[in-house]
Structures are given as structure tokens and as C-alpha cells.
């Protein structure tokens, strides 16, 4: 087993279990449905329980973002929303909660990776998380990351190979994604029947802790992982509600209780 000395998201994650069981992680596509009021969900989320937050930086081509995120997506780069729009964004937040970047690797090469690192860290970020980061480079990217001041997130999926599984373990930081399921992001009815085995086989190569996301988005599923994984990462559920309502923030206020609601 690997161990580590608990990071700031480890530390915040730990705090939420100790309240609710598990910790819940919201997904905001920054800039949508505008720059102002993505920044203003962060502190309502934060009001309602949830504990960390995954940011989205638009991205124009998707990597496993399903139909709902995608177009989020598209909307916020066709107002031209920039890096550094996003950044500017969330120092106007009073960083009411951890939140761990997602973005494309390729737009953190362009950016330059120390930069970029550079204005997450003084924009009040904790994390990033690279989904296309390639395999040979994640090493000596994550060591800059990391040096860099910020965590590092990675991705395992059902079909991640046993060694690789072992290799992110070593490089995850911050938390490890563990996603539920193959394919794109998306709500599902029901979380796979192997996905409790699955999680404990991944906890026992690491000390960091495993956050589950992809299909979730019901209090039901939250509490099912319960117990199993440390956090909950809920993404287009929370992207079709902010599409579908006239007042997104004051809706993602209550969702995020509502998914915890089945936890207290």
C-alpha cells in the first residue's frame, strides 16, 4: 500500500464522512449558463452541504463528456470564454470550498503546465484533474503539478489495467476518480452491481481516497456508496438543472440537499 500524508482534499474529504458519511462532489461547467452565475453556485453548494466541487474548464473536444456537458460546454466557448475569464471568476468567490480543475491536458500544454498551475494555485484552486493526460508523461506532469502547489486527480476506469491502477495510485495526490462505469458521463437508474468490489480493490493499493463519479444523480445512489467510496461526484444532473432552470442557483442549493438528504 501506498501512504501519504493527508492533502487538502484528503483532510476535506475526511471532515465529510465524519458528517454525513461520504463527501459529495458537484460538477459546474464554468461559464454556463454565464461566467457570473456558475461562480455563484460554488457558495451555494457549499451552504448545502456539499464538500468539494469539480470545475469544468470548456473544452471543444469531449473526451468521455457526455451530450449534457458537451453542450454546456459549447455554450460557454461560443460566448468566448477564456482560461483566464475562469480564473478571474473563482478569486471573486471567496473559495467557499475546495474545487479541483477538469480540463483537456492539451489546453494546460498550451497554457504552459507551470503557468497554468501557477494562476489555479493563485485563483484559490486545490486540484486538477487532466483526463487526457497520456500515460508516458503523467509522471514528470504530475511532479510539476504537484510541486506547483496544487493536488493531483486521476482517472481509473472498469477497464484500467491492474499496473496502471497501481501507477495512478502512486500519482494521485489529491483523490482518485474512480469511474463507475465505461463510456461517457450521463444519469443512469441504477450504479453497476460490481462497483463496491471494484472501489475496495482500488482502496487497498492506496492510502488516498476514492471518489466515485459517472451515473449518479439520485440521494439513493449517494447513499449506496455510503460506506464504500469516500466521495460522490455528480456532473450532468446537476448541468440539466442549471439548463432547465429559471433560477439555477437557488435549484442546485436544493438538489445538493437533496442528495444528501437520505444520509442524515
Known amino acids: 500500500m501506498t501512504a501519504t500524508a493527508p492533502s487538502t482534499l484528503a483532510r476535506t474529504i475526511a471532515d465529510a464522512k465524519a458528517k454525513f458519511g461520504i463527501a459529495l462532489m458537484p460538477f459546474i461547467a464554468a461559464g454556463y449558463p454565464d461566467l457570473a452565475t456558475s461562480m455563484k453556485l460554488l457558495p451555494a453548494i457549499a451552504k448545502a452541504g456539499a464538500a468539494l466541487c469539480e470545475v469544468g474548464f ?39 470550498l475546495p474545487s479541483v480543475a477538469m480540463i483537456s491536458y492539451s489546453m494546460v500544454y498550451r497554457f504552459g503546465v507551470a503557468q497554468f498551475v501557477k494562476e489555479a494555485k493563485a485563483a484559490g484552486m486545490t486540484g486538477l484533474l ?13 511532479k510539476t503539478v504537484q510541486d506547483g502547489g496544487l493536488e493531483t486527480v486521476l482517472l481509473v476506469s472498469p477497464s484500467t489495467p491492474p499496473k496502471r491502477r497501481e501507477e495512478i495510485a502512486k500519482l494521485s495526490s489529491g483523490f482518485i476518480y474512480y469511474l463507475s462505469l465505461a463510456g461517457v458521463t450521463g444519469e443512469r437508474t441504477e450504479l453497476p452491481a460490481d462497483l463496491g468490489d471494484n472501489v475496495k480493490a482500488l482502496k487497498s493499493l492506496t492510502d488516498v481516497p476514492v471518489c466515485v463519479g459517472f451515473g449518479i444523480n439520485k440521494p439513493q445512489h449517494v447513499k449506496q456508496l455510503q460506506g464504500v467510496a469516500d466521495g460522490a461526484i455528480v456532473g450532468s444532473a446537476y448541468v440539466r438543472r442549471i439548463k432547465e432552470a429559471v433560477d439555477p442557483v437557488a435549484v442546485c442549493e436544493t438538489y445538493t440537499r437533496e442528495l444528501l438528504s437520505l444520509l442524515k
Do not use: Y
Open 58 to 96: 470548456p473544452f471543444s473536444d469531449p473526451i468521455a463528456d457526455g451530450p449534457v456537458i458537451q453542450q454546456a460546454f459549447k455554450e460557454a466557448l461560443d460566448k468566448g470564454l477564456k482560461v483566464r475569464d475562469i480564473f478571474a471568476g473563482l478569486k471573486g468567490t471567496g473559495h467557499p
Open 130 to 142: 487532466l483526463p487526457d493526460l497520456p500515460p508516458p508523461e503523467a509522471e514528470s506532469i504530475c
